[in-house]
């Protein structure tokens, strides 16, 4: 094989990581596939004496993916700021339960494990776009400072102190990976939500829970997060009164168990859970139609 074959192959080979990255970067299915598309296209503008000079297309890739999720990032700031309510990450289903008529690309594509749980891409969004780079290529893809230094346009040095900066913001919230006793909790969470038991649901939610929604000005959802489990507790149990029809799905969001509510079959709300102790910490709601269009036809 030649070696403009070689680069084809390894440039179809890389999509799936550049994907992947993108989404821990940005937090959107769409604006992830939008940079890794980017990234691709100004590869093919290349002349080809330029494409040959390169020795690894995959590692050219990445950098130029990294560099315009880092714009992306810096513009979206203003952007959420503009947001109406809490701004949340978009959910991920798994990847059997992506809608039908999305195909494979991303599903196949998403690896979801602890870097992708709500939790932790919630921290992740705490910090700056120069820090959340340096700490998600290095800390979760274990790319080097060097390489990571072409991304930032910063030294290997300074790329470093951004990574430990992230890291100490993270301290020890990264979730861990989906256990019975995390099931168990948002499966009875689902069974006193339904029957609409609010002392159930006080017993179930820790004290000091939070609740944040993401209804992006466009589907109905609290506008600033619901502290206090008893607070919660009877939000929720509003929600189904003035709902309906709703009906309550246990489903896999990011890698961990969730809830999907959905009328006449049709996704309104998916739920994540953050749980320590046997009790719900933290619940992440996302109502924003736009959000949900992976699991738009919710079987």
């Known amino acids: 094989m030649g070696t403009a074959g070689a680069h084809t192959e390894e440039m179809a080979g890389e999509r799936r990581q550049l994907i992947n990255v993108a989404y821990r970067l940005l937090g959107s299915v769409a604006e992830s596939e939008d940079a890794v598309q980017e990234a691709y296209a100004r590869w093919y503008a290349l002349p080809r004496s330029r494409q040959a000079e390169i020795v690894s297309p995959g590692a050219w890739l990445t950098t130029v993916t990294g560099r315009i999720c880092l714009d992306v990032l810096g513009s979206a700031r203003a952007r959420r700021e503009r947001y109406v309510g809490a701004w949340l990450p978009d959910p991920l289903p798994d990847r059997a339960e992506w809608a039908h008529g999305q195909g494979a690309d991303p599903a196949d594509q998403m ?52 990574a430990a900066s992230a890291r100490r913001r993270v301290g020890a919230t990264r979730a861990p990976v989906a256990t019975a006793g995390r099931a168990d909790a948002v499966r009875h969470v689902k069974e006193a939500w339904e029957s609409k038991n609010i002392a159930a649901l006080v017993e179930l939610l820790d004290p000091a829970a939070v609740m944040t929604a993401d209804g992006g000005g466009v589907a109905g959802a609290a506008l ?59 619940i992440w709601v996302v109502r924003n139609p736009e959000k949900l269009r992976p699991w738009a036809r919710d079987g």
């Open 111 to 162: 690896i979801l494990d602890e870097s992708v749980t709500m939790a932790f891409l919630v921290v992740l969004e705490s910090m700056t776009p120069a820090e959340r780079v340096a700490f998600v290529l290095h800390d979760v893809f274990r790319y080097p400072f060097a390489e990571i230094a072409g991304v930032l346009g910063r030294t290997p040095a300074a790329c470093k102190q951004l």
């Open 224 to 282: 600033h997060p619901i502290e206090g489990g008893a607070r919660i507790a009877r939000y929720m149990v509003a929600v189904v009164d003035r709902a309906p029809g709703l009906g309550l799905l246990e489903r896999t969001v990011n890698g961990t168990p969730g809830l999907v509510a959905r009328r006449a079959g049709v996704v309104m709300t998916v739920a994540s859970f953050d749980v320590a102790d046997g009790r719900v910490t933290r």
